[in-house]
């Protein structure tokens, strides 16, 4: 169980993170989302014992990470941005030296050692300088670390960064079978991890929160939240096609993408927009190779939730998804 | 303590380390043949070797401490080190008696000096024991001062530097030109306390042969100001 209280961290003037207050509890994996320079590292960093809040508290499974470090941080595992670690170190007297730190002994140690270096590929480089390899298998030391003492609750800052789409495949399967037992927050800005590991996302902009619910819950948010998207084969059906959806009264706008010859009907609020768009492709007997009810754009709602209006609207696909 | 063997494996990895004790020995012995005169002398006595030892540590502690903490900042391993679960204290520490004990090994390869005085003649070796500790204890406090200094910063080069400054300050308190000096313009009793806060002072009176409690409790209270000073300032990094 982790806890903040009205946690804060001014840096001069700036206020980096505004009167946080949430708690997660066992069982969670806790997805902190926010564009660079939000506050989710600072955020992580109080959490984690490296930062000490200018206001405010936080708690880790009952012991307060300022007035009992020690206790706090021996439950708790850690990977900072970036995954730094002792270059000159290789990559077994690291884990070495982060077990005798853990107070890991005899069998259970190595055992641990063993599960480790086997869930995070690191056989092949055990005897390896950390300085000489590379980012991906760096970024899996800093996990392997994070994970060796087999703690309750994990803080992963980008742990995904700079691994290739297997990597982070196996990291994020990793993460999904650590949640049944475990207390786990991923920093992360990208959005489809949201929905692949997290059970819960925070957003925050300019340091507050702007949202806290389940990842379905904040795609349907989103302005396409059940909007009807369809292919055509052929660009006169298209044309045809978004003027007669646009007539329909359930609908509010239809977009349209010339190129992959794809039409996307938005449904004003509460409304299903998906049987009058079936009635008219039935009514012109149009074959259509693909025709799907989206559940929701992630970072359409990521735009908007931590983007001023105006610069949300011009600024389509400025977010990595 | 786990740190201080992380720290100490860590200076051997690098083949820096065997440079530096290189250096340091190359140099000690220039000074002490070249400068000192040890052979010349015609004394069977160690104190040519001893005498340049605050000058030799001044520019070698500051090369052995710069890198303490603002490599730690610099690669960020420092918010590793600081999210594992030990205390400020015990990685203070577990730093400093690492960097000591490096500079020990290096003082204590210089060996081969006191066999050669006790070959060509009788030295009083309790006497060279004697200064041996204080050469020892002088080092700790380069190095504590050079700790606190590497723990503000981000940058070696400037750890380094702003060391051998404050270094500098410390060893000139207690050369009589510069109390000469200042005696003009100041009252004795304070005369008195900047002489004691010199490393020089203390380590003249151990490296004559007599460790008197004093100088101990001198030497203790030095380092012991300085790592507290360290953790001080990586306590307000922390909450800056």
């Given at each position: 169980m982790i806890t903040t209280k009205n946690l804060s961290k001014r840096y001069g003037d700036k206020l980096a993170v505004d009167d946080l207050t949430f708690s997660v509890s066992p069982g969670e994996v806790l997805g902190f989302l926010g564009a660079n320079g939000a506050g989710k590292s600072t955020t992580m960093r109080m959490i984690a014992g490296f930062v000490a809040p200018s206001a405010g508290a936080v708690t880790v499974c009952g012991h307060d990470i300022e007035r009992e470090p020690v206790a706090a941080k021996s439950r708790m595992g850690y990977l900072p941005e970036g995954a730094p670690s002792y270059g000159e170190m290789t990559v077994d007297e690291f884990l070495e030296f982060v077990a005798d730190i853990r107070g890991l002994t005899g069998a259970r140690r190595r055992e641990r050692r063993g599960i480790v270096i086997e869930r995070l590929a690191l056989a092949p480089v055990i005897e390896q300088v950390i300085e000489t390899l590379s980012k991906g298998f760096r970024r899996r030391v800093g996990l392997a670390q994070a994970l060796i003492h087999d703690p309750q609750v994990l803080i992963l800052d980008e742990p995904t960064d700079g691994l290739d789409p297997n990597q982070k495949h196996e990291v994020r399967r990793l993460i999904n079978e650590l949640s049944k037992d475990k207390l786990v927050i991923v920093s992360t800005h990208i959005l489809e991890e949201v929905h692949e590991v997290c059970t819960r996302a925070i957003i925050i902009a300019d340091g507050r929160i702007v949202a806290d619910e389940t990842p379905s819950a904040l795609e349907s948010r989103s302005r396409y939240h059940h909007a009807v998207s369809l292919r055509f084969e052929r660009p006169e059906q298209m044309k045809e096609a978004q003027r007669e959806i646009a007539a329909l009264p359930e609908v509010a706008e239809v977009e349209s993408d010339e190129r992959e010859l794809r039409l996307t009907a938005v449904p004003r609020a509460g409304k299903n927009a998906l049987p009058g768009v079936s009635a008219i492709i039935v009514r012109h007997d149009w074959q259509v190779p693909e025709l799907h009810l989206e559940s929701g754009r992630l970072d359409e709602v990521f735009r908007t939730l931590t983007q001023p209006p105006a610069r949300a609207a011009s600024n389509v696909g400025g977010m990595q998804t | 303590m786990v740190v201080f063997r992380r720290e100490l494996r860590s200076y051997f990895a690098t083949p820096l380390a065997y440079v530096f004790i290189v250096i340091y020995l190359v140099l000690a012995a220039v000074f002490t043949?070249?400068?000192?005169g040890l052979l010349e002398r015609g004394q069977a006595d160690l104190q040519p070797f001893f005498r340049w030892h605050p000058w030799l540590y001044l520019v070698l502690i500051p090369a052995i401490s710069m890198r303490l903490w603002a490599e730690e900042r610099n690669s960020g391993s420092i918010e590793l080190l600081m999210t594992l679960p030990i205390t400020l204290w015990q990685a203070v520490v577990g730093k400093f008696l690492a960097a000591w004990s490096f500079a020990g090994v290096a003082l204590a390869l210089t060996f081969p000096i006191w066999i050669t005085v006790n070959y060509l003649g009788k030295p009083d070796n309790g006497a060279i024991v004697a200064a041996y500790v204080g050469s020892f204890l002088m080092a700790g406090g380069y190095l504590s001062i050079g700790m606190c200094l590497s723990a503000a910063t981000r940058n070696q080069v400037i750890a380094f530097i702003t060391a051998a400054l404050v270094g500098f300050i410390f060893l000139l308190a207690g050369y009589p030109v510069v109390l000469d000096f200042v005696r003009g313009v100041l009252p004795q009793a304070l005369v008195d306390g900047i002489a004691s806060l010199s490393f020089f002072t203390h380590f003249e009176a151990i490296s004559k042969g007599v460790i008197d409690l004093r100088d101990l409790v001198y030497f203790a209270a030095l380092i012991g100001f300085w790592l507290a000073a360290t953790a001080l300032v990586l306590d307000m990094k922390k909450a800056e």
């Open positions: - | 043949f070249q400068l000192g």
